[in-house]
């Protein structure tokens, strides 16, 4: 399937999202929609690895109830489903009983069951905690089957239900099940919801386009970016993850199998399933990633918790895009913590560094860890100023790029990526002002593929332009009190053209000799024709 094919099956999902949601808060019904195209991603995936399994014992229809081959096998063969059940967790990983499969439940809707309803309770409950060997408790937690919004009543809202799954299911039925195709209509989906949902909604998602650029960027040596990108990473680490779209960006810049292993932690409950649930569709298989729900300011992570410097979870890349200049409550427990011990304490006003030290301490010595941050953390006096020297002292601080504002659904300001190292090369600090380069859009700003090539480009062979990019020594950085501030050391102001006065006198001169020169002319004219020449006063 094409990336246009893709676009368009997102843009058709989209559309029916608009046509169906009526009255209903797009924020919800955005939860009906992509858990329901994650069911047909897991469906079809299944049934296809059944097909492969089962060979030509395959039935080549379904049974008489829900048109489902695999249901049909199951009733002539009830005696091997055990054993095949464990040949599909050991090959897919997961398993999925026919009657919930999404090819089952649209049936259900088509033929308007009143039973539609209760089986997708059971299969939603059946897929959280008998799917796959690792229980996914609460990963439909936020879709209320139950809510009024789908009607009064269990009939009105199964009728409701029926109406939705039918037209989804009829305006993908020709698509492609594999993970890129479905994969890129929900991160479509995730995006216009983001879009559609303003400043609340847009803090789960980075613009694709800017996650890109962190992505590409991690993935190089960080040692000596020039090398290129290293061939794996062992583990890759996303402490603020929304809907995992940065992170699963990282996987895809490294292929397949360029990642061994993805962490990542989510506070919000709801953007904590839509991240669970974008891993499984994207193909990443259940033991490959470990999303946590809690918060990471406060390490509400077991696994992060081992002060043993030999036992420490370590990762050889970073991503991150928290919310930005959040107010949190630092205590003096925290001021004690071995993540914020050496630096202090981020002030209570803005969590921004907090969020970045909580990322840095578990950074491998040959990890690179990019983070997204607002432009304040960069000049802001105070806590903030003490943590940015330090870091700035102990040469942790590799490249500051300075992004164009309006990228960013949450916000129109402009944003800033800071790149650090716990081991760097290089001696300087590499400053990027990329705050003029974008294409301007209706309501958004984009960054186009030059656009984010000329930056991931710069940073990786550290190079040098006049008005875009810059690598400065310490010893300026610490004349100007540690402050990062892009435009103290990458200026894109035009210079003032230099006035040449010897040539603008002469200019002048000339204008005179001429209007004196035309004037005379005129006057003759005038003269001949017998008018009178008024005096000049």
């Given at each position: 399937m094409s990336e246009e094919e893709q676009q368009e099956l997102g843009k058709t999902l989209w559309k029916i999202a608009d046509n169906l949601r009526g009255s209903m808060n797009a924020d919800d019904f955005r939860d009906y929609m992509l858990s329901f195209l994650f069911l047909r991603y897991l469906s079809g995936n299944y049934e296809e690895s059944a097909k492969k399994e089962l060979g030509a014992d395959y039935p080549q229809v379904g049974n008489s109830e829900t048109n489902t081959p695999l249901a049909l096998w199951y009733e002539q063969n009830q005696d091997d489903v055990s054993e095949f059940e464990k040949q599909m967790r050991?090959?897919?990983?997961?398993?999925?009983?026919?009657?919930?499969?999404?090819?089952?439940?649209?049936?259900?809707?088509?033929?308007?069951?009143?039973?539609?309803?209760?089986?997708?309770?059971?299969?939603?409950?059946?897929?959280?905690?008998?799917?796959?060997?690792?229980?996914?408790?609460g990963l439909f937690s936020e879709i209320n089957l139950n809510s009024e919004k789908l009607g009064r009543d269990y009939t009105q809202r199964n009728e409701k239900l029926c109406t939705i799954i039918t037209q989804i299911a009829e305006g993908i039925a020709d698509s492609p099940n594999d993970s890129d195709a479905l994969g890129d209509a929900y991160e479509y989906l995730i995006g216009q919801f983001a879009a559609g949902g303003g400043k609340k909604a847009g803090e789960f998602y980075t613009p694709q386009q800017v996650s890109t650029i962190l992505s590409r960027i991690v993935s190089f040596d960080s040692q000596d970016p020039s090398m290129g990108e290293k061939k794996k990473l062992d583990s890759v680490f996303d402490f603020a993850c929304g809907s995992g779209s940065l992170i699963l960006n990282v996987r895809k810049q490294m292929g397949e199998y360029g990642v061994s292993k993805i962490f990542a932690q989510e506070k919000n409950i709801t953007t904590y399933n839509l991240a669970r649930m974008?891993?499984?569709?994207?193909?990443?298989?259940?033991?490959?990633?470990?999303?946590?729900?809690?918060?990471?300011?406060?390490?509400?992570?077991?696994?992060?918790?081992?002060?043993?410097?030999?036992?420490?979870?370590?990762?050889?890349?970073?991503?991150?895009?928290?919310?930005?200049?959040?107010?949190?409550?630092?205590?003096?427990?925290?001021?004690?913590?071995?993540?914020?011990?050496?630096?202090?304490?981020?002030?209570?006003?803005?969590?921004?560094?907090?969020?970045?030290?909580?990322?840095?301490?578990?950074?491998?010595?040959?990890?690179?860890?990019?983070?997204?941050?607002?432009?304040?953390?960069?000049?802001?006096?105070?806590?903030?100023?003490?943590?940015?020297?330090?870091l700035l002292k102990d040469g942790h601080i590799d490249t500051v790029i300075g992004l164009p504002a309006k990228l960013f659904f949450s916000t129109g300001i402009p944003v800033c990526i800071l790149v650090l190292k716990?081991?760097?090369?290089?001696?300087?600090?590499?400053?990027?002002?990329?705050?003029?380069?974008?294409?301007?859009?209706?309501?958004?700003?984009?960054?186009?593929?030059?656009?984010?090539?000329?930056?991931?480009?710069?940073?990786?062979?550290?190079?040098?332009?006049?008005?875009?990019?810059?690598?400065?020594?310490?010893?300026?950085?610490?004349?100007?009190?540690?402050?990062?501030?892009?435009?103290?050391?990458?200026?894109?102001?035009?210079?003032?053209?230099?006035?040449?006065?010897?040539?603008?006198?002469?200019?002048?001169?000339?204008?005179?000799?001429?209007?004196?020169?035309?004037?005379?002319e005129h006057n003759a004219y005038l003269k001949e024709l017998g008018v009178n020449l008024l005096k000049s006063p």
């Open positions: 050991r090959k897919v990983h997961y398993v999925i009983k026919p009657e919930y499969l999404w090819r089952s439940v649209a049936e259900l809707a088509r033929t308007q069951s009143n039973e539609l309803h209760r089986t997708l309770e059971k299969a939603f409950s059946y897929i959280e905690n008998e799917s796959f060997s690792t229980a996914f408790d974008n891993m499984l569709l994207r193909g990443v298989k259940d033991n490959e990633f470990n999303i946590s729900h809690g918060d990471s300011l406060t390490n509400e992570w077991g696994i992060l918790s081992e002060e043993n410097p030999a036992k420490k979870m370590r990762f050889d890349a970073i991503v991150a895009n928290p919310p930005f200049s959040l107010r949190w409550n630092p205590t003096e427990e925290l001021a004690k913590d071995f993540r914020f011990a050496d630096y202090g304490l981020a002030p209570k006003s803005a969590a921004d560094f907090a969020f970045l030290l909580h990322g840095f301490h578990f950074l491998d010595n040959e990890g690179t860890m990019a983070i997204i941050l607002p432009h304040g953390v960069l000049f802001r006096g105070g806590a903030e100023a003490i943590i940015r020297t330090k716990k081991c760097k090369k290089s001696d300087d600090v590499l400053f990027i002002n990329a705050s003029e380069h974008f294409t301007k859009d209706k309501r958004q700003n984009r960054l186009d593929d030059r656009h984010i090539d000329k930056i991931v480009d710069t940073y990786r062979y550290r190079v040098e332009e006049a008005r875009y990019s810059r690598r400065v020594e310490l010893s300026e950085i610490e004349k100007n009190d540690f402050n990062l501030n892009i435009s103290r050391y990458v200026s894109t102001a035009k210079p003032e053209k230099v006035i040449n006065l010897a040539e603008v006198n002469q200019a002048l001169a000339k204008t005179e000799s001429d209007i004196k020169k035309f004037t005379d």
